[in-house]
């Protein structure tokens, strides 16, 4: 299954940020993920380069646009 998702909200980029930052209104392909820490879901967007922080966002940055499912 591949999911995508939109941006809604690209504000408040960490200033220590390294890496891709997402734009409001671009839909990504995306998967969801637990954190390992908080076990709080979080959004990955494929294809992205984070070095610092950990390259995920909170899922309140995305909406739900698509889920595809490949055979």
Known sequence: MQQY?????????????????????AVYSVEYRLNARTKEPQVHVLGFYAEQPYGAFATRR????AEVWLN
């Open 5 to 25: 998702a939109r941006c809604v909200d690209a504000t408040r980029r960490p200033h220590d940020h390294i890496g891709d930052w997402p734009e409001r209104g």
């Open 62 to 65: 995305f909406e739900p646009v």
